[in-house]
């Protein structure tokens, strides 16, 4: 594989109290853990929310690319939300996630975003790297 883009991030701390930054400081945010996972709730963000907006961007790009190849262009208010579930496997061995990701384009049937998504979880990386590790619901909405 060709490498176009690498990413580089840093965390220190941890879940609770942590703070992670990337290499450029676009981003820069304090962690921390959500009451429900027996944290603080403090004011800091979590590895489950990054994720979500990671996968929830990607995605939608990859709707959009998926469009394109048919020569059409997705509404500018088009979107994808996604919902990153986090608990303990089955196995009893560690923790595991599942994803929700929800598309809504205005004009387009709800079959249309479903066969849509389908084709863009073939191209979307976060798909990809994800395929038969973790639960992945596709919801045209």
């Known amino acids: 594989m ?6 580089h991030a840093t965390a ?25 996972m ?17 996968y929830s961007a990607c995605f939608l790009g990859a709707m ?6 048919d020569h059409k262009k997705l ?3 088009s979107s994808v939300s996604a919902d990153v579930g986090f608990g303990k496997r089955d ?15 205005p004009g387009m049937s709800a079959e249309e975003v479903r066969g849509l998504m ?3 979880h073939v191209i979307c990386p976060y798909s990809h790297a994800t395929m038969g590790n973790i639960e992945v ?5």
């Open 2 to 7: 060709e490498i176009l883009y690498t990413a």
């Open 12 to 36: 220190t701390g941890g879940r609770e109290d942590g703070h992670s930054r990337t290499d450029d400081g676009k981003v820069d945010v304090k962690l921390s853990t959500p009451r429900e």
């Open 38 to 54: 027996g944290g603080s709730g403090g004011a800091g963000t979590n590895p489950e929310q990054l994720f979500a907006t990671g």
């Open 64 to 69: 959009k690319a998926a469009a394109g190849k």
């Open 75 to 77: 509404p500018d208010d």
């Open 91 to 105: 196995d009893g061995e560690g923790f595991g996630l599942k994803v929700t990701l929800t598309a809504r384009v």
């Open 118 to 120: 389908d084709r863009a």
């Open 137 to 141: 619901n596709l919801v045209a909405g």
